[in-house]
């Protein structure tokens, strides 16, 4: 059972960047997409961004929603069993909670398609 504990969020002002955290207990080998999912208020859950695995664990591609490409980076230290999400040009649009999900398929990019879940991490964006 793979279990994810993000980190990381907090207040920034538009335009400036957050990394958020997520840790894997279990190992993140167990998943074949790890990736993250944010929640604004009166909103759907919405795909950001996510690494999936080609051959191994160790060969990764990612790939990201539209509303992120180019401010967002998804990253994976193997070592720490952690995902990152780097957040740069923030904008007050990007205001929500953030979450991480591991999937036991590849190219994940729906909710329905995670199995794991962490608990979210609020990020807020101030104009």
């Known amino acids: 059972q793979v279990q994810l504990v993000e980190s990381g969020g907090g207040l920034v002002q538009a335009g400036g960047s957050l990394r958020l955290s997520c840790t894997a207990s279990?190992?993140?080998?167990?998943?074949?997409?790890m990736g993250w999912f944010r929640q604004a208020p009166g909103k759907e859950r919405e795909f950001v961004a996510a690494?999936?695995?080609?051959?191994?664990?160790?060969?990764?591609?990612?790939y990201y929603a539209d509303s992120v490409k180019g401010r967002f980076t998804i990253s994976i230290d193997n070592a720490k069993n952690t995902v990152y999400l780097q957040m740069n040009s923030l904008k007050p649009e990007d205001t929500a909670v953030y979450y991480c999900?591991?999937?036991?398929?590849?190219?994940?990019?729906?909710?329905?398609?995670?199995?794991?879940w962490g608990q979210g991490t609020q990020v807020t964006v101030s104009s």
């Open positions: 999900a591991g999937a036991r398929e590849s190219w994940a990019r729906t909710t329905k398609s995670y199995d794991y």
């Open positions: 279990g190992g993140i080998f167990s998943t074949d997409s």
């Open positions: 690494v999936t695995w080609r051959i191994t664990w160790s060969v990764g591609t990612s």
